[in-house]
């Protein structure tokens, strides 16, 4: 049995949110992923981002596909209901899903062979359609569960673990999320908690097709001398382009920050996101400049990380298809069905 | 000029023949077309269309088959054309050579042609359709759907055709705009005052007012699918373009803007996306029906290939789908715009691993509505793919069908769904527990309760509770308990329809979907032969006890389809283990619809190669 479930007791003085939930709900069965695995970090940190935004756990809805990623959503969120579905398809049925009901917070875990080789074509459509969802794509460049293959995402020149060099140009998932229209890019590194739970908590309160790729580098098979996405090359290489925090009405703002270098970005559900500019010439608004900017630092071999785009009034996939304010799979006969009286005239015109 | 070849007796006939019309694709000729089947409606009379159409948009040959039956016969006749409309150059050779001896060739003589284009046993009608329409009209589009017009104003006057209600029909067709409709009424008797003029009555095939069509409506097979699927209380439909299915998807969404449009808001109770490809159609729905929403796709042949894996997760994960099956011919590209009954297999086992599958057959549009509604009461019942078997023939051609009927008081069934207030009241929750066994077990929707119901869906082998799991046992107990419930499928499917004569026949014929059409006709013609046979119309999968015992009380039993390998034979077969030798495979497979011609030659030929003496003796 690989089914491990956490024990049920808490400590009475764990810190409850407004909701009265404590961490620990939000927490999921002990993970069985590599101790030290990059993707753990990223469960604590949407258990951490859940729990700080005050969400019920049962209003989140998390999909994956197939691979080590796609595991993870039975680590964390176990009050939610979960989906772990077919190899490159999280997309489709994510966005299914969020046509049915489009009041659920809607999470899709996905990796770099998931999302960028045999599911590049539906996470493509997913961001072009403005599905209001996160996705985040746990990136470590390398096949983990069929044993240390290159992945898609995996940098030109890089060494695997065997010592093969890898001939193909990496696919880059931020430039294809930014040039599909999704409204919320960002890339992070599982080994920076606090650039990553901020990142996945304003994603979280996006309203609109949000996506953060984060670098999860692969303890068993892509954490060694020559890999592009090892713990060591990517500390060194990260540049970061700002910090952020969310501001929830509940958080109280401590610091101060000399003018010019902070801006302040208010979502279309209220929610602030403070951006501290690590980069000064960097606008998180501007998608063309986005896209150059990420290409020249990527030829200089770096890494940058940080909120890369976001359009604070994104338009979802319900907006461009005028679904009507309730959720579809609550609407009942009296709704759905026109009746004998409508049938018969249709009848009628039928002859 | 003129050019009458009349050296033959034309072939008489009342209410009871075939018309074909020879088209170039893109010309604007499919409304005239259509207007000359329903005027022959409007006129009480049985008649059914076919469209016979190329892979392609502008510039090939289409045709339009139209058979008028004072007997009701709706299959395709088979046999030659009595009267072919030869409006096309590039197919003349071929469209003249069609024509039954003694029948009719109907043609634009604005150009004369060579004597030697014409056969000396059928009657020639020529009428000057271009020069008229020239000389009426400057605009281009105009002389060319104008010429269509005229056209059908010379048919009607050479066939007796009832006038009122061709004006009747094109003041519906243009309602409101009235400019139109004197426009098209002046370009109909343009072509019946040349006619009365010029011919003296050459064409002896008639038309004359009968009651064959009682309350009947007429409409394809698509459009009422997708009525179902309105009906049915589907919200989500994601989709793909592909022929035969196209127009399903299509028609749902132009019922939805109609009847679906929240008045008030002028917001849609509906979200229709067209997808990327079959596989993100499929992987929406699962996603939609696994979130509580009545889903579906409409697709065809390469689309369920693509759809497999998905297939198997709805299978093993056990979630509602709904899957419109528009059947042309295969495999591959096969011949995609004719037609054929080849997905049987790919569908009733669709995907990898272990499975089966609930497939529903409809023999015509009534039947398309009727299971196309029902079929999302099966999908939430039984949580699983529900497979709408459709093929272009019966999809694509308006038929003359039952009126559609629904009972206000009906309510959809949504199946086993536990609800917050079931798991506040305690009510244990397993995902896979079979509390009830019938192989069925309870599913919550996300975001149901905040601490209880909620599980984890996955394509992996899991135990009761949902959990993960490799164990050996679990997974079989599973896999025993989807097959448990797939026999619970049986009383839920429609059961085989079943007529048997007056004394036991010896032979039984089965038959599914668009087969139906010819059917009777082919059984007066085997009588006619002096073969009784006993008739079963299977209308889904899995089959019920009463399949077995029909092919169990007969000697033998013809199993008519259309594909090359005896599909239903082989799932007969399979599923009911039944001896080979016992089902006679009877197939029609070149893409176009079977005919009785063809049934009651192929059954009573292979009786009388096996020296079958016949029920009914012939005295000599």
């Not at chain 1, 690590?278 to 606008?283: C, F, R, T």
């Not at chain 2, 033998?556 to 399979?574: A, K, P, T, W, Y």
């Amino acid at each position: 049995m690989t089914f491990i479930p956490k024990p049920k007791l808490h400590h009475p003085d764990l810190q409850k949110n407004a909701l009265g939930y404590t961490r620990r709900d939000y927490e999921g069965p002990v993970s069985t992923l590599c101790a030290g695995c990059g993707h753990d970090s990223i469960s604590a940190a949407i258990v951490r981002a859940c729990f700080e935004l005050d969400i019920a756990p049962h209003r989140v809805a998390k999909l994956s596909g197939i691979g080590c990623s796609s595991k993870t959503p039975t680590y964390f969120l176990g009050a939610s209901h979960g989906f772990n579905s077919v190899h490159g398809r999280m997309p489709s049925v994510l966005t299914g899903a969020n046509l049915a009901n489009k009041d659920l917070i809607y999470l899709g875990v996905s990796g770099d062979g998931d999302s960028a080789s045999i599911g590049i074509g539906q996470f493509a459509h997913a961001m072009r359609r403005g599905v209001n969802m996160v996705y985040i794509v746990e990136n470590n460049g390398v096949y983990g569960l069929t044993k240390g293959q290159f992945s898609a995402t995996s940098d030109k020149g890089a060494k695997s673990k065997r010592g093969l060099i890898n001939s193909d140009e990496a696919i880059d998932l931020v430039g294809m999320a930014l040039q599909l229209g999704a409204t919320f890019v960002a890339r992070s590194f599982s080994g920076d908690k606090a650039q990553l739970v901020p990142l996945i908590e304003a994603a979280l309160k996006h309203g609109g097709a949000a996506f953060i790729d984060c670098i999860s580098p692969c303890v068993a098979f892509n954490n060694h001398e020559g890999s592009t996405k090892s713990f060591d090359y990517v500390r060194e290489h990260n540049e970061a382009v700002n910090a952020m925090d969310v501001i929830t009405p509940r958080s109280e703002i401590t610091v101060d920050y000399a003018p010019g270098t902070v801006e302040m970005v208010t979502q279309h559900d209220g929610s602030m996101l403070r951006l501290r500019k690590l980069h000064a010439g960097y606008d998180v608004h501007d998608r063309v400049a986005a896209l150059t900017y990420m290409q020249e630092r990527a030829a200089a071999g770096e890494i940058v990380t940080g909120l890369l785009y976001v359009d604070p009034n994104p338009r979802d996939m319900h907006e461009h298809l005028k679904t009507v304010d309730v959720p579809l799979n609550v609407l009942d006969e009296a709704a759905l069905i026109p009746g004998s009286a409508a049938l018969d005239r249709l009848n009628a015109g039928l002859r | 000029m003129l050019q009458q070849v009349d050296r033959v007796e034309g072939l008489q006939r009342v209410n009871d023949f075939v018309v074909k019309f020879a088209n170039v694709n893109g010309s604007g000729s499919a409304s005239a077309n259509a207007l000359f089947a329903k005027s022959v409606l409007r006129m009480g009379v049985a008649v059914t269309p076919r469209n016979i159409f190329p892979s392609n948009i502008q510039g090939l040959p289409t045709w339009y088959e139209v058979r008028i039956s004072d007997a009701g016969y709706l299959g395709a006749r088979g046999g030659g054309v009595d009267l072919m409309v030869a409006m096309n150059p590039q197919t003349w050779d071929q469209d003249v050579a069609s024509i039954e001896p003694g029948g009719y060739l109907f043609y634009d003589n604005t150009k004369p042609m060579q004597p030697s284009k014409f056969r000396e046993d059928v009657v020639v009608v020529g009428v000057p359709l271009t020069r008229m329409s020239n000389e009426a009209y400057r605009d281009p589009r105009q002389r060319q759907l104008f010429k269509n017009i005229i056209g059908l104003g010379a048919l009607a006057a050479l066939l007796d055709m009832d006038v009122p209600a061709i004006e009747k029909l094109l003041g519906e067709q243009f309602r409101n705009r009235e400019k139109l409709i004197a426009a098209n009424i002046q370009a109909l008797h343009m072509g019946i005052d040349w006619v009365k003029q010029n011919l003296d009555d050459p064409i002896k095939l008639k038309m004359q007012k009968a009651d064959v069509v009682g309350d009947r409506i007429f409409i394809d097979g698509n459009s009422a699918a997708a009525l179902g699927a309105v009906y049915g209380g589907a919200t989500v439909c994601a989709w793909y373009p592909i022929t035969p299915s196209s127009s399903l998807a299509e028609a749902f969404t132009n019922y939805c803007n109609r009847m679906r449009v929240d008045k008030e808001t002028g917001k849609a109770k509906f979200a229709i996306v067209q997808a990327e490809d079959e596989l993100s159609s499929i992987g929406m729905v699962i996603g939609a029906a696994w979130n509580g929403a009545r889903s579906f796709t409409a697709t065809s042949g390469p689309g369920i290939s693509l759809m497999q894996e998905f297939i198997g997760l709805a299978y093993f994960a056990e979630i509602p789908a709904v899957i419109f099956d528009v059947q042309r011919s295969g495999p591959s590209t096969g011949m995609p715009t004719r037609t054929q009954q080849t997905d049987i297999l790919s569908c009733a086992y669709a995907s990898h691993g272990d499975t089966k599958h609930v497939l529903l057959i409809p023999e015509d549009p009534y039947e398309c509505f009727e299971f196309g509604a029902l079929a999302f009461d099966l999908a939430d019942r039984l949580q699983t793919p529900i497979f709408v078997m459709l093929d272009l023939e019966i999809g694509m051609n308006e038929r003359l069908t039952k009126p559609f009927v629904w009972d206000d008081s009906r309510k959809m069934d949504r199946g086993k769904v536990m609800t917050a207030e079931d798991l506040e009241a305690g009510k244990k929750f397993g995902r896979y527990l079979d509390v009830d066994d019938d192989g069925i077990t309870y599913r919550t929707l996300p975001g149901t309760h905040p601490t209880k119901g909620a599980f984890f869906t996955r394509g992996t082998s899991k135990d009761r509770m949902a959990r993960y799991s490799e164990e050996g046992a679990d997974y079989q107990e599973n896999m025993e308990r989807l097959l448990k419930k797939h026999g619970t499928a049986r009383s839920f499917v429609p059961p085989a329809i079943i007529r048997r004569g007056a004394e036991p026949a010896k032979y039984g014929v089965v038959y599914f979907g668009s087969t139906s059409a010819p059917i009777a006709e082919a059984e007066e013609q085997l009588a006619e032969r002096g073969v009784t046979v006993d008739l079963m119309r299977l209308r889904g999968f899995p089959f019920g006890d009463e399949v077995a015992a029909f092919i169990a009380e007969h000697e033998l039993v013809f199993v008519v389809e259309q594909n090359r390998d005896g599909q239903m034979r082989s799932l007969l077969i399979n599923e009911l283990e039944i001896d080979p030798a016992r089902l006679a495979k009877v197939v029609h497979y070149d893409g176009t619809p079977i005919t009785a011609r063809f049934i009651s030659g192929a059954i009573a030929d292979r009786l009388e190669k096996s020296n079958v003496v016949p029920m009914r003796k012939v005295v000599s």
